[in-house]
């Protein structure tokens, strides 16, 4: 039988979070049927709904830990198929009532179910697979977002390489708290202008290649050549110039 699950609160991006005290390594799964539909969990207590994903234990790898915590929040056999990313920005803050205030590093993949039926345990009081068109009707924390918005546009795995802030046009206003989590308040329009165009200056290119577009929501990158790694840009996909992403109905860059 699970455990009872700790209450907590997650924070995004909000200058009133609490101080980190821990950062410990986890791994998530955005898992698909064979119809495209994605698994979300919606968490006891918050209300907010997610992917399967949970802490790394001592003695396994991260891959062991994936398969584990599908198995027991989802009672899911799974496969996993592919890298979403390495997710370890610290804007993501989770504060939990021992006092622990943890930023976690998340390896999420891609998988596919193999075997089982779908179930909940404690931690989760209902499941659904959704339709990628139909994620706007679920509260997603904007960190579960944009990782479930790099496996669905991206085209290589994603890696944090900076910390986003003002540098990408969004403001740094005081978190609004819904369903507990707090998600920054963001206005304006978002530039996606730093690291996209940081790279296409570093590579010294004014278009992006061949086949890439830049806008209408295509994983295109400007300035970055075939042979540079997507990531580079910290940017799979997106449109330039969209309004802000950090909402946590919107793709989060």
């Known amino acids: 039988m699970s455990e009872k699950p700790r209450r907590r609160t997650d924070y995004w991006d909000d200058p009133h979070a609490p101080k980190p005290t821990s950062r410990k390594p986890s791994a998530s799964v955005v898992l698909r049927n064979n119809r495209g539909e994605l698994l979300l969990l919606r968490r006891a207590g918050s209300g907010l709904w997610t992917i399967p994903t949970g802490a790394l234990k001592k003695k396994e790898t991260v891959t062991a830990c994936a398969v584990r915590e599908c198995r027991e929040e989802t009672g899911l056999a799974v496969e996993l198929t592919g890298l979403v990313g390495v997710f370890s920005d610290p804007r993501h803050r989770i504060a939990y009532p021992g006092g622990e205030v943890r930023v976690p590093v998340n390896v999420c993949f891609y998988g596919q179910p193999v075997s089982g039926e779908l179930a909940t345990d404690a931690e989760s009081d209902e499941a659904a697979w959704v339709a990628p068109g139909d994620l706007d009707d679920y509260d997603i924390h904007p960190a579960i977002r944009r990782r479930?918005?790099?496996?669905?546009?991206?085209?290589?795995?994603?890696v944090d390489l900076t910390v986003a802030g003002r540098e990408d046009g969004m403001r740094r206003d005081a978190g609004c708290r819904r369903g507990g989590a707090v998600f920054r308040v963001c206005r304006g329009r978002a530039r996606h202008s730093s690291r996209l165009w940081r790279a296409e200056r570093a590579l010294g290119r004014g278009k992006g290649p061949e086949g890439v577009r830049g806008n209408r929501g295509s994983p295109g990158l400007w300035g970055v050549s075939p042979g540079v790694p997507a990531?580079?840009?910290g940017f799979p996909g997106g449109r330039r110039g969209a309004a802000c992403a950090c909402a946590v109905r919107s793709a989060v860059p």
């Open 148 to 158: 479930i918005s790099h496996a669905l546009n991206g085209t290589v795995p994603h």
């Open 231 to 233: 990531m580079l840009a």
